[in-house]
């Protein structure tokens, strides 16, 4: 006499249900970890690998990316679907870390690593040439270097004010480094980026760097170099300055200022990196619950009623009982 319920490979109706939930548990954390664990490396590595060795970083994104693929083809073809969601998902995970992490490097990270990595000079002259410090991170400047905010010029594009200011000494009219910020000047002769206007002959100063990497979007679009370079052509033309045609930009802080201020490029970055993770991770957990319970329903409308199978073979069952008395 066959057991109430009993299913063809042993199980019974209530160990099938128990093993489902566990199913879908398992399906729910795989679909959430794997596509995250995948993207993972996109993102870490744009952010924090590729400044020494972008072929590095390259490499990862392809291994990646065909691994996504693979996964979602041969999950596709077995005719099996947790693999295959977890593939897609991983392919757009690279996707948006190649995205987030572009923004983030070239933002700030490059600029970052530029600061901290490259080479720095002490004691510079504002009459030295800047291209014999092109190679230069930092530039601690001598006693007597000022911004001078009374040859400044602020150039007016998006909304926004780029603006210049030359680096001299004393009454010199030869400008190699210029001093650079945003929305912190006039039009002509007023400029307090980074706290110049406090600032005095007699304050030491350091120049940090700036990149000039035509930013996120590269050659599509205009960079802040640009306006800034613009700037500069109208405040050498309004104050008869000269100078080389590519002078360094600078960022004209404090001495003591120079650490908070190259940390800056770091510690933002790094939050966002964090909280591009955790949202990820969040979106793949809830597209995890939405697929799982896709494909349940799905089973359901597609599979026959289960209530009435399982009333019908109680039925079957107690009629046999009787037959066998």
Same mark, same amino acid.
């Given at each position: ?77 077995? *005719? ?12 757009? *995970? ?223 069952? *107690? ?7």
């Amino acid at each position: 006499m066959a057991e109430p319920f009993l299913r063809a490979d042993g199980t019974t109706e209530l160990n099938s249900a128990m093993s489902s939930i566990v199913w879908g548990k398992r399906q729910n954390f795989v679909v959430t970890i794997l596509p995250w664990l995948i993207a993972l490396p996109t993102l870490t590595g744009i952010c924090f690998s590729f400044y020494w060795d972008p072929f590095a970083v390259y490499v990862v994104i392809v291994l990646t990316s065909v691994a996504a693929v693979f996964i979602t083809v041969l999950d596709f073809m077995a *005719g099996r679907k947790m693999l295959f969601y977890c593939g897609v998902l991983g392919a757009f *995970g690279i996707f948006l870390g190649c995205c987030v992490g572009a923004i983030l490097y070239q933002g700030w990270l490059k600029q970052y690593y530029h600061l901290t990595y490259s080479r720095f000079y002490e004691n510079v002259l504002p009459s030295e040439f800047a291209a014999a410090h092109s190679d230069a991170g930092r530039l601690d400047f001598a006693a007597g270097a000022v911004a001078d905010a009374s040859k400044s010029v602020g150039y007016m594009s998006g909304g926004h004010i780029y603006c210049v200011a030359p680096i001299l000494n004393a009454d010199a009219l030869r400008a190699e480094f210029w001093a650079i910020g945003v929305d912190c000047c006039g039009p002509r002769s007023s400029f307090n980026c980074d706290g110049v206007a406090a600032s005095d002959a007699s304050e030491l100063k350091t120049g940090l760097v700036m990149l000039n990497d035509g930013g996120v979007f590269g050659g599509f679009m205009l960079s802040p170099f640009d306006f800034y370079q613009r700037a500069i052509v109208q405040a050498k033309a309004s104050f008869a300055l000269v100078g080389t045609d590519k002078p360094l930009l600078l960022r004209w802080v404090k001495r003591d200022s120079v650490d908070s201020a190259t940390n800056w490029y770091l510690f933002e970055p790094v939050i966002f990196y964090i909280l591009s993770l955790i949202a990820y991770l969040i979106m793949t957990a809830f597209c995890a619950l939405v697929i799982n319970r896709s494909i349940k329903r799905a089973e359901l409308l597609q599979a026959p009623d289960q209530k009435v199978q399982m009333n019908r073979r109680g039925e079957d069952y *107690g009629a046999a009982s009787d037959d066998a008395f």
